[in-house]
Nanobody
Framework: QVQLVESGGGSVQAGGSLRLSCAAS????????MAWFRQAPGKEREGVAA????????YYADSVKGRFTISQDNAKNMLNLQMNDLKPEDTAMYYC??????????????????WGQGTQVTVSS
């Protein structure tokens, strides 16, 4: 069982930056992918960024490419999301997720087994 706890959310003005972190209780080779998702009120959960634990390969939604960076710290069992040049449309609850299976669709929510409780990000214009 993988337990995930997010931190680092908050309120920021447009153009600002935030860094989200996800502490994982288990960070082994059996964890294939970890990812960040977000969900705004009234909208579906959206994949933001994912990373393949095996080789560090990363995947990003088009809406965040060039602004967000996902990274892993294996020594600390941490997953991070550096968010720069934030926009009001980035406002959402952000969730950390993990799965043990391989997938060709790492930004699809349905393939993830383990989820954190979420951390709120609010960007004002």
């Amino acid at each position: 069982q993988v337990q995930l706890v997010e931190s680092g959310g908050g309120s920021v003005q447009a153009g600002g930056s935030l860094r989200l972190s996800c502490a994982a209780s288990e960070y082994t080779v059996s964890t294939a992918f970890m990812a960040w998702f977000r969900q705004a009120p009234g909208k579906e959960r959206e994949g933001v960024a994912a990373i393949y634990i095996g080789d560090g390969r990363t995947y990003y939604a088009d809406s965040v490419k060039g602004r967000f960076t996902i990274s892993q710290d294996n020594a600390k069992n941490m997953l991070n999301l550096q968010m720069n040049d934030l926009k009001p449309e980035d406002t959402a609850m952000y969730y950390c997720a993990a799965t043990r299976g391989w997938t060709n669709l790492p930004l699809r929510a349905s393939i993830y087994t383990y989820w954190g409780q979420g951390t709120q990000v609010t960007v004002s214009s």
